[in-house]
């Protein structure tokens, strides 16, 4: 069975860092694509980052050039590293995965297989 799960989560303060993990198992991650997900208070879920099976990113409007996303496949994992957090940043984190095309991004929830039961960000001002 497939699953995904999230860690690093907490509180933090405005302009501080955190680094979330989706470790995988159940199955090998190495070739799919992954992006993380994120869903404030009283807001959709909207995509942050993604990472193709072929380690090529992508990332949303209001997180480039403060967050990077990352995997390590001998680690079956993938990581997203925040830095200099807004309190608008504040939301629970999903990591997310498709194993049938693994070559493409795609910022569409809908278009992820698997999915994690999220890590909860919350950043102070």
């Known amino acids: 069975q497939v699953q995904l799960v999230e860690s690093g989560g907490g509180l933090v303060q405005a302009g501080g860092s955190l680094r979330l993990s989706c470790e995988a198992s159940g199955r090998t991650f190495s070739s799919s694509a992954m992006a993380w997900f994120r869903q404030g208070p009283g807001k959709e879920r909207a995509y942050v980052a993604g990472?193709?099976?072929?380690?090529?990113?992508y990332y949303g409007d209001s997180v480039k050039g403060r967050f990077t996303i990352s995997r390590d496949s001998s680690r079956n994992s993938m990581y997203l590293q925040m830095n200099s957090v807004k309190p608008e940043d504040t939301a629970v984190y999903y990591c997310?995965?498709?194993?049938?095309?693994?070559?493409?991004?795609?910022?569409?929830?809908?278009?992820?297989?698997?999915w994690g039961q999220g890590t909860q960000v919350t950043v102070s001002s």
């Open positions: 990472i193709s099976g072929l380690g090529r990113t």
């Open positions: 997310a995965a498709n194993m049938a095309f693994a070559a493409t991004l795609n910022t569409a929830s809908s278009w992820y297989e698997h």
